[in-house]
């Protein structure tokens, strides 16, 4: 069964970085595309960067530039820096498959504020 645990999120002030973590178990993040998604208030959940087996990389065009999705394959964690934060960033952060996303987690909260 697929378990996926997002960590890392927290306050943070606009332009400042933060670095979460998803830990998977029950799959292997480096032979599966994985993404990461997010879902303000109010807001559908939506896709913010991708990671594909090959390691090919692709975000949203409100994250470009900002956020870098990565993978440790030894740790089989997938990983998303975050950086000159903005507080349109403010959401509740979510890894999980690329294709067919299910049995999501609990996310790990991310907020923008001064």
């Known amino acids: 069964q697929v378990q996926l645990v997002e960590s890392g999120g927290g306050l943070v002030q606009p332009g400042g970085s933060l670095r979460l973590s998803c830990a998977a178990s029950?799959?292997?993040?480096?032979?599966?595309?994985m993404g990461w998604y997010r879902q303000a208030p109010g807001k559908q959940r939506e896709l913010v960067a991708t990671?594909?087996?090959?390691?090919?990389?692709n975000y949203a065009d409100s994250v470009k530039g900002r956020f870098t999705i990565s993978r440790n394959s030894v740790k089989n964690t997938v990983y998303l820096q975050m950086n000159s934060l903005k507080r349109d960033d403010t959401a509740v952060y979510y890894c999980?498959?690329?294709?067919?996303?299910?049995?999501w987690g609990q996310g790990t909260q991310v907020t923008v504020s001064s």
């Open positions: 999980n498959l690329r294709w067919g996303p299910s049995n």
């Open positions: 029950g799959i292997i993040v480096s032979m599966r595309a």
């Open positions: 990671i594909a087996e090959g390691g090919g990389t």
